[in-house]
């Protein structure tokens, strides 16, 4: 029944690592987003799919590489990981751009870099 | 670009007391205006939106907010508070097309017995 569902909850790497998040939606939604969350609870769009086409991609480090092999999928791969990249992933799902919803978003991906 | 403010970071309130949640906003197009909640641990949960029509807006869990054009304001309110409310509350805003929600620092709130 889980809407928008992301794998895994916790994630805890060494620096210099690569790793991936995965992040599944269920709701027919055709646009799909990933969210930073630092340690003082400030969310901050990275990138946006809409169809599997990359449409928002913010001032990011090109070592986060989205992926979205359908429109229900849409998986962040980091490589090179460094201690400032420890924060709470949200993945989210909305349909449409141009619709004026909000977004449904998944329960998180707490990573911590060592 | 549209930005959000929350000017509370943290608010403090007794367990049946009223609160209000103050989010401002600034944009020089129309915008779409919601209210988020994040329970400890968890993701954000959409508590209200405002996309047009009335200005006073309910939500889940007996609150509600109001759009004031002239104020850049969306407030959040609910009159009386339970201690199961302790979460942060997020005021976001988004355009039109293909724009993404942009979110405001947070509101911690704290309901105490």
């Known amino acids: 029944d889980t809407a928008v569902s992301q794998t895994p909850k916790y994630l805890v790497t060494q620096m210099g690592n690569d790793k991936s998040i995965k992040c599944e939606q269920n709701?027919?939604?055709?646009?799909m987003y990933w969210y930073k969350q630092d340690s003082k609870k400030f969310l901050k769009i990275m990138f946006s799919?809409?169809?599997?086409?990359?449409?928002i991609n913010e001032t990011v480090p090109n070592r986060f590489s989205p992926k979205s092999p359908d429109k229900a999928h849409l998986n962040l791969h980091i490589n090179s990981l460094e201690l400032g990249d420890s924060a709470v992933y949200f993945c989210?799902?909305?349909?449409?751009?141009?619709?004026?919803?909000?977004?449904?978003f998944g329960s998180g991906t707490r990573l911590t870099v060592v | 670009a549209q930005s959000v403010t929350q000017l509370d970071s943290q608010v403090p309130v007794f367990e049946e007391a009223p609160v209000e949640l103050r989010c401002n906003y600034s944009?020089?197009?129309?915008?779409?205006l919601f209210w988020y909640v994040q329970y400890p641990n968890q993701g954000l949960q959409l508590l209200l939106k405002?996309?047009?029509?009335?200005?006073l807006v309910k939500g889940i869990n007996g609150f509600e907010a109001e759009f004031n054009k002239s104020q850049t304001s969306f407030h959040l309110r609910k009159p009386s508070v339970h201690i199961s409310d302790t979460a942060e509350y997020f005021c976001?805003?988004?355009?039109?097309?293909?724009?993404?929600?942009?979110f405001g620092k947070g509101t911690m709130l704290l309901v105490s017995p």
């Open positions: 989210a799902s909305s349909q449409g751009g141009q619709a004026n919803y909000g977004y449904t």
């Open positions: 709701l027919g939604h055709d646009t």
């Open positions: 799919y809409n169809n599997k086409e990359l449409i």
């Open positions: 944009s020089s197009v129309s915008v779409y």
């Open positions: 405002y996309l047009s029509g009335s200005t």
């Open positions: 976001a805003v988004k355009l039109g097309g293909y724009s993404t929600l942009t």
